[in-house]
């Protein structure tokens, strides 16, 4: 009675969030937590071409499978003629969504943009990861990539969603891309509306339309679903996934690229000192973390930034050693008094902070807190905003910040890395600096056979582990929670893939 | 006085948790217990755990004195700061009127709520940024009702006799206009005691205010927010009580007005 009581308040005020629109056969109604940024989002700029990846309607010259390795998507194949160059030949039963053909010319045209500054799609991010130098059409159907320098990422930049092959768009169709399905509307921060392509290469989807809708709130999500609004939910809370399952609502889970970890203030404070963030790292519960803040289904310990289904992984297990944490600070000069931990005469303190947006950050930031107060660290926890946050470490005024991020989107290893532990990074906000390991990122990013880039970067994550310039925590699952006569939807771990032709309605 | 009886007994109750709770909490509100997260009423955890095992009533006794004794700070600071801005426009003529007056506008211009979620937004989340976004937008109606009794008692007759003899203005507000004014004040603090409740648990709730691991309703409320449809009274408990206390402070406050206009119609 209570929980109806409950539901119907709480129903009502998602409601208008939840931008009711009564499922009918044939359509299928998502909530996901974010939302397209204008009314016909450009894939190529900045992050819009996850959302029409993910809806069906762009598709990518490379893709990635389940188990995050590379297949040729819009491409044939594609080779490697010497370090810097690579030939890629197209697929010839590819249509853009005006029916024009896909061409070697369309495809140059199409990522001309992302990589010129002076245009309006220009994508700074991927331009830099892709590197491209030179782009040469040989024929209709191959295209030569000249890259600037060797750069063994570039054939998983080509996953990116924002590097999606585009054809000159109309007023029918403003994305014309080449996907299964067909955008025909977007609300910023609240609806993308797709139709299925009849014309599709491997035949017409068997669901005739789609509407993605922003819900931000997990929890107005979940009533959304459970009021019948929402046939598909992305992103279901952890805390109602085993509910909500039993009740017969189909979940579908699946462990993704998404690391969340603690950067560190490597150069101001007690952890400037490396055996006191190992000490940390040593003291932190992670099997306590996810089954409190993930409920147990949502995510694995993580040991390191890789999660264990990337074929870069290292064997490394997560620790949770307290009496090894003390002792490793003892070793660092602390040293005990009346339970408390004290460090040059003064108490040991460590600041945490952390951001609001994702639901698992504040719960486990607080345990975290929990975990060093235990052994006798006086920890504090701190909600800010994520940038304020970035801000406060690299001025010394917290120590940790504990946040998310996606380590492998495109698949390759070198991303994440590459971007918070190179000492010349831009997102290297703690200030670790480690010659030997910026050695071994720069050969990583060079190195085109897989075993030996695989030992590069099993380097990397010791090197990670052993002088804990960051603090992984856990990998994050996705879970999403459909309707059941809904069949075809798969979670995957690059978490930029929804919607496939196979999605249909078994009734 | 007998019908302020039920009402003193539950004040007392109040302030009774307020300072004695955390010594009445059966557990350490900030103890982790993940074995037994999410319990049911139990012996060890009377109104159950929460996701991270803590207990909901040690919680509840520690956060009272957050939730209810910042209120009380918040209310008290606007009553003294719009007491004082009051009487300043009552006494000190009619530019000083008008330019409190006009800054009172203002402030009354804006939601509280939403004014509270600007200031502490700028100064960052956090105890002391509470304090001030609160106490900051509470003091305004203090000053109306000060201002506007003591326009009235300064054309009384023993107000104009007292500045004729020579009263400093201080002893004439502390003799003169303070003992007509403590009773509406009064009872414009209980309904602002009310407000600043539902004002710190709000902020709470939207992560502005008091930092975790420190317990208070709001942060209760936010925390227990996705188990709304798994564990329900995750959320009841910090709801009922946010509930409960502001409708006593009300009722109180309704009650006390009631006893203080008949003791003035009273020849």
């Known amino acids: 009675m209570i929980r109806n009581i409950i539901l119907i308040i709480a129903t009502a005020i998602s409601l208008p969030l939840a931008q009711p629109v009564f499922a009918q056969e044939g359509n299928l109604n998502i909530a996901y937590m974010s939302g397209p940024t204008s009314e016909a989002p450009d894939p190529r700029i900045r992050y819009n071409g996850w959302l029409s990846n993910q809806a069906g309607v762009t598709e990518t010259l490379m893709g990635l499978t389940a188990d995050m390795g590379l297949y040729p998507r819009l491409a044939k194949r594609l080779e490697q003629i010497n370090e810097t160059t690579w030939r890629m030949t197209l697929r010839e039963d590819v249509a853009f969504h005006d029916g024009t053909a896909l061409t070697a010319q369309a495809v140059v045209k199409s990522l001309a943009p992302i990589l010129d500054p002076e245009s309006e799609f220009h994508n700074a991010r991927n331009a830099r990861l892709l590197g491209i130098d030179e782009m040469v059409v040989e024929g209709n159907y191959v295209v030569t990539f000249k890259t600037k320098e060797p750069n063994a990422a570039f054939s998983w930049i080509l996953t990116e969603p924002g590097v999606a092959v585009l054809g000159e768009p109309t007023d029918a169709f403003p994305i014309n891309a080449t996907g299964p399905y067909i955008f025909r509307e977007a609300v910023k921060d609240q609806l993308y509306r797709v139709e299925a392509n009849p014309n599709y290469r491997d035949g017409a989807p068997h669901i005739a339309q789609i509407r993605a809708m922003t819900v931000t709130d997990p929890s107005a999500a979940a009533l959304a679903f459970e009021a019948g609004d929402v046939d598909l939910v992305i992103n279901y809370p952890e805390t109602d996934f085993k509910r909500i399952t039993a009740n017969g609502a189909r979940g579908v889970s699946a462990p993704t690229v998404q690391l969340y970890w603690l950067d560190i203030d490597a150069t101001n404070g007690p952890l400037a000192d490396a055996r006191i963030r190992r000490a940390v790292s040593l003291a932190i519960d992670r099997d306590g973390i996810v089954a409190a803040a993930l409920s147990g289904v949502g995510g694995e310990p993580a040991g390191t930034i890789y999660p264990s289904m990337m074929p870069w992984a290292a064997d490394i297990a997560p620790s949770y050693d307290p009496a090894a944490a003390e002792a490793l600070l003892f070793e660092a000069g602390a040293v005990k008094t009346d339970g408390k931990w004290m460090l040059n005469d003064e108490p040991l303190k460590i600041e945490i902070v952390t951001y609001a947006s994702r639901a698992a950050l504040p719960p486990t930031a607080e345990l975290i807190q929990a975990y060093l107060s235990a052994i006798g660290v006086e920890a504090s926890v701190k909600i800010g905003e994520w940038g304020a946050n970035n801000d406060a470490i690299a001025s010394g005024a917290a120590d940790l910040h504990l946040q998310a991020w996606g380590v492998a989107p495109s698949g390759d290893p070198s991303y994440f890395p590459g971007a918070i532990l190179h000492s010349e990074a831009g997102s290297n906000i703690g200030g670790y600096s480690n010659a030997e390991l910026d050695a071994l990122l720069a050969k990583g990013t060079q190195t085109f056979d897989l075993a030996e880039r695989q030992k590069i970067y099993e380097q990397v994550q010791m090197i990670i582990a052993n002088d804990v310039p960051l603090i992984p925590i856990f990998h994050a699952s996705q879970l999403s929670v459909s309707n059941p006569n809904l069949a075809g939807f798969k979670v995957h771990p690059a978490m930029t893939y929804w919607i496939s032709p196979e999605l249909r309605w078994m009734k | ?267």
């Open chain 2, 1 to 267: 006085m007998r019908e302020l009886r039920p009402i003193f007994i539950i004040v007392v109750l109040l302030v009774g948790i307020t300072v004695f709770g955390p010594f009445l909490a059966p557990n350490d509100p900030t103890a982790i217990d993940i074995p037994n997260r999410l319990s049911a009423p139990s012996e060890v955890y009377p109104l159950g755990s929460d996701a991270m095992g803590r207990c909901i009533l040690s919680r509840l006794l520690y956060g009272a004195r957050w939730s209810l004794g910042l209120a009380f700070l918040v209310s008290t600071i606007g009553l003294i700061v719009g007491s004082l801005m009051g009487l300043l426009a009552a006494m000190g003529g009619r530019k000083i009127d008008w330019c409190i007056m006009r800054v009172t506008d203002i402030f009354l211009a804006f939601p509280d709520l939403v004014a509270a979620v600007v200031i502490v937004g700028v100064l960052g989340g956090g105890t002391n940024s509470l304090i001030l976004a609160l106490s900051v937008t509470s003091w305004t109606r203090y000053a109306r009702v000060a201002r506007g009794i003591g326009l009235g008692l300064s054309s009384r007759g023993y107000v104009i006799q007292a500045r004729l003899v020579g009263l400093s203005a201080f002893s004439i507000a502390r003799w003169h206009y303070m003992p007509t004014l403590t009773s509406s004040l009064v009872v414009v603090w209980t309904g602002m005691l009310a407000r600043a409740i539902l004002g710190i648990s709000a902020l709470g709730f939207l992560g502005f205010g008091v930092q975790p691991p420190t317990p208070e309703w709001g942060t209760m409320l936010l925390d227990a927010r996705i188990h709304i449809l798994s564990t329900p009274l995750q959320m009841i408990w910090p709801g009922m009580a946010v509930l409960l206390c502001v409708l006593t402070i009300n009722i109180t406050g309704d009650v006390l007005r009631d006893a203080l206009a008949k003791k003035e119609i009273r020849p």
